[in-house]
Structure formats: C-alpha cells, structure tokens
C-alpha cells in the first residue's frame, strides 16, 4: 500500500435534486384547462376530477352535515318538552310515537360521516336519513290531526330546505331530498280532511316553486365551488411546473455537466454548512483531494474525447468507493476532486483513498505518456480533522489536503500522502 504521511482532503457525493412538487396527471390538467376555457355554467366534472373534488371537500362537508343531524335532535328533542309542557297529555301522545324516529334516522347518519366510507355508502345512508327525518316530522302532524297536520307539514318542507341549503353535496342529491320533501307533502296533504284536493295540489305546487328555486340556487353554489377547486388545480399544476424548473436550474447550477457529479461550488457550500453547524469538530472529518496523474499527456496523446471519458470513468470510480450518504465528492476543477468524510478518522480516510487509487489504477485506462505507468492514476492528499484540531477551518484542512497531494506527486504519483504538520524547531 503507497500510503505516506503528509496531507490528503475531502469526498464528493453526487449533488441530489430537490424533490420535484408533486404533479397533477396531464390527462387531469388538460381536462382543468378545457373547462376553465369554457362557461362556468357547463361546468361538469368528469369522474376523476369528481373524485378529487370528493376527496379535498369531504371533511367540511362531513361536518357540516354531521352539525346539522346534531342540531335537529337537539330541535325535536325541545319542540316534544315544550309541547309536553303546552299541550294536552293526549296530544303529546300521539306525536312521541312519530317524534321518536328522527333522532336514530339522524344519530346513524351522523355516524355514517364520521369517517369517508365511499360516495355509494354516503349517498345511501343521507338519503334514507333525509327520508326518515322529513317523514318523522310529517308524521308528527298526521298522527295528531287537526291545525298540526298542516303545520308539520309546512315545518317538514322547511327542514328538507335547510338539508337542501347547506349540505354541500352533489346536484343529484340535493335533487332528491326536494323530491322526498314534496312527495312527503302532496301525498300527505292529499290524506288532509280539512282541505280539498284541489287545495291540496295548490299547495303542492306553490311550495314546489321555492323548493325547486332552492334547488336551483344549490346548483349555482355547487358550480361556483367546482370553479374554485378548478382554479386551484390549475395554481397548483402551475406551482408544480414552477418547483420542477427551479429544482432542475439548481440541480444544474450545482452538478458538473461533465461527469454529472457535484461541483466546486456546491461542495464549497457543503463545507461550510458543516464546520458551521460543528459537525466536522464534534465527529471529525477528512477531506481527501485527487488528481489524475499526468493528465495533460493523456489529453495532449488521445485527444480531448478520451480525456472526458477518463473523468467520467475515474468520477464513476471514486463514488463506487464512498461508504455511505455521509461522503460526498465534487470536481473542484481540471482533473482533480475534492472528497469530504464526515464522522471519519485517518483509519476510514485512509481506507476509502487506497480503495479510490487501487480502483483506479485497476480499471485499466490508457495514458501511453503517463510516467508512472502505461495506464491512468491517481495522487491523492489526506487530511483529518481530529477533536484536537478543532479550530482548523474547512479552508485550513483544504490546504492541509492540497499539500499532501503536492508531496504525493513530488514523491512519484500513484500513492496516498497523509497531512503531517511540521514539528517546531528546538531551541538551544
């Protein structure tokens, strides 16, 4: 092994990417595009945008609803104690027995939203607790006879209003609770002793119109949403564009185009993020600085083509011999590479330059001119950073490194030179 004492810095990683922004399909963006190019009345969300636009809403919608089944328990529950307290025994009686089916038809429902359970299971589960909520508070009227028929009728189209006014959900589901709310009417209503059919079908009809206004409003609001969620695709689509841009611009400010490894400047970056965040004082650290051994006779015999393809090669070689994400390794200019070791002593920057060297000098790669051999080689200069050389800044076991390379080359070449301070001189 050609290990000598004198000076030796630094590993060089390859420079990794930002992760990209995360990425809308182009099938999706192209379908964002096309209907925010059209009119927002013929917005129509095909299945995968519904499906996105289900997953984003669901949490306040859930609880919207979920609020709203709470708080008409919370109302059945006060209309029976004050009627309990207003009305005849006799009367009362007949309304707990209809009373009594809201709050289950709603408590369940509300359990239903307490956590996504697939548009099919959600859509059933508000339809049969609408159902059951709006016939609970017509049946009130009906069972009881006289004034209350008609009354708890009205109050049944007034519940399935607020339903249809708040709950953000689909145009078809909104469409549904009108239609129960208006059957639950007409048909009752037509049962009404106290009014002929004639009036009956009057007030169907005259009710219809809000409900179906209502209906039509909810629609507009459900559009408007689709608009926004639309737009915010589109930001993000954009966003994501952006992100990749600056990622791949900084990505290339930081890589040499050449052997696609990190460059001067990002690993000089690195060095001092490290010696600022005292990473190399407290764990140590080794910089090793490589150069190809008489690479100019290389370029000047094979041509430029043939000295790329040994940088690359030899750029290849050294990050194979890496240990871990802890080294790094950048072209710090020409021929020569800066390596950092973090967490190493000279045991680990030893090894990992001999490794580097042997490798080299085994691949086999010509330099008729070279001589050390008739194949390429490299020089390599070690420093390390010990808990006893704490105040050596990066800059100072750089140079420390490029001293041991300069007494490798002097040496002969081929060989690993570890930095070895002067002692002082003696006086008499």
Sequence with gaps: MNTRRASGVSRASEVSAPPAAQRL?????????????????DIRLNAELARLFHARSWPQA???????????????????????????????????????ILPPAAILTAIVFQKPRGTWIEGVALHVGVFLILLSVALVGVNTGGEYHERHLTIMLFV??????????????????????????????????????????????FFASGVV?????????????????????????????????????????????????????????????????????????????????HFKQLNDSLGHAEGDRCLVKVAGIIQSCLRDDRD?????????????????NQEDGVSVAERIRGRVEAASLPNPRSTVGAYVTVSIGLAVLNHRD???????????????????KKNG????????????????
């Design 413 to 428: 070449r081929n060989q690993v030179i570890i930095y070895q301070p002067a002692l002082p001189a003696l006086s008499t």
């Design 62 to 100: 859930s609880k919207i609803i979920r609020a709203w089944m709470v708080w008409v328990v919370v109302l059945d529950v006060l209309t029976l104690a004050v009627n309990a307290a207003l009305l005849p025994s006799e009367v009362v009686m007949k309304m707990l027995l209809p009373a009594s």
């Design 25 to 41: 399909p182009p099938t999706v963006v192209s379908e964002v595009d096309r209907l925010l190019a059209g009119r927002t009345r």
């Design 213 to 293: 206004a209502t209906v039509v409003a909810r629609r507009t609001a459900g559009i408007l949403a689709h608009k926004t969620f639309l737009l915010e695709l589109r930001d993000r689509s954009r966003l994501g564009e952006l992100t990749d841009a600056n990622s791949r611009l900084e990505l290339l400010a930081r890589t040499d185009p050449l052997t696609g490894i990190a460059n001067r400047r990002w690993i000089m970056e690195t060095l001092s993020r490290v010696w600022s965040d005292e990473i190399a004082q407290t764990q140590g650290a080794a910089i090793l600085m490589c150069d190809i051994d």
């Design 328 to 344: 790094q390794v950048a072209r710090y200019g020409g021929e020569e590479f800066l390596i950092l070791l973090r967490d190493a």
């Design 390 to 408: 704490a105040t050596v800044s990066s800059e100072g076991l750089q140079r420390q490194a490029d001293e041991a390379l300069y007494e490798a």
């Design 160 to 205: 399935a209003v607020t339903a249809i006014i708040i709950f953000p959900v689909p145009l078809e589901r909104s469409i549904a609770i009108a239609v129960f709310a208006l059957g639950q009417y007409l048909v009752f209503q037509m049962q009404n002793p106290e009014i002929t059919a004639e009036n009956a079908l009057a007030g169907a009809l």
